[in-house]
């Protein structure tokens, strides 16, 4: 996720049908999630937000990085029928994009009960877009078997107040060996927390290889300065 003006700001006691915040609340975005530092405002944050996060900062931003994620990870994947992990998958977005690129099998994780209610909703042709939904909160480790997962993806969790370099230690340990991982990092965020050196350490001690990355806007009309509105999709595979 990135900082960005909303597009169309809500007007006071704007009415319009698709919008679920009660006229006159102001509309959560970016600049609120940034303002977060650890876990518990997280939670706080999204149980407030799950509600509206779709019908208002989805809908106004152009948010585009859910599919950029899903598609770099697809890009690489060879085997789409084994389980996939969505962490920090909130309302769900990445794991409707992950299922119609044909990826048989995804779990999501994500600290907030809220978002994981509106993950629980999703549906791609009928069928639940998650087969497991974990609520847990992920700086405090990852309650889950070893080599559980054949790919880990992530859109938007990687950011400001949110998650560190740190969070990954315990994705690397649910991921099977030959699992892929395509993670997206707030690029401001990336460069602030060192996400550089801590994935290179991790391939010096031979736990990832094939690291590379991506740069992909998060809005459809990101501002090419603004390092707040671009991911860097680091993608590795686990040894
Ligand atoms: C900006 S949302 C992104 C949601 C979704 N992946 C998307 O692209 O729309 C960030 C998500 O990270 C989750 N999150 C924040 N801190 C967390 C933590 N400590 N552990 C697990 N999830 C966390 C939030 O609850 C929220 O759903």
Request: charged share 25%.
């Amino acid at each position: 996720m990135g900082s960005r003006p909303r597009k169309h700001p809500t007007p006071p006691g704007d009415e319009s049908p698709e919008r679920t915040t009660p006229p006159g609340t102001p509309a959560l975005g970016p600049q609120d999630a940034y303002a977060v530092d650890g876990p518990e405002a997280n939670r706080k944050l999204y149980a407030s937000w799950a509600a509206t996060y779709e019908s208002g900062f989805i809908a106004d931003s152009g948010y585009v990085y859910h599919r950029h994620v899903a598609e770099v990870f697809c890009d690489g994947l060879a085997d789409a029928t084994r389980p996939v992990l969505d962490v920090g998958c909130g309302t769900g977005l990445v794991g409707v994009e992950l299922a119609r690129l044909g990826v048989a099998v995804v779990d999501g994780i994500d600290i907030s009960a809220e978002m994981l209610a509106q993950a629980r909703a999703k549906h791609v042709d009928g069928r639940p877009t998650y087969r497991r939904l974990i609520e847990a909160d992920l700086t405090a480790g990852v309650e889950v078997a070893d080599r559980t997962y054949a790919g880990i993806v992530s859109a938007g969790a990687f950011t400001h107040g949110h998650l560190g370099p740190e969070s990954i230690a315990g994705l690397l340990r649910v991921a099977g060996p030959g699992a892929r991982g395509a993670l997206g990092i707030n690029s401001a965020h990336f460069g602030e927390r060192g996400f550089d050196r801590w994935f290179e350490a991790r391939q010096a001690e031979g736990r990832i290889s094939e690291l590379g990355q991506e740069m992909r806007p998060i809005y459809g009309d990101a501002d090419p300065g603004d390092p707040d509105q671009w991911a860097r999709i680091v993608v590795f595979t686990v040894t």
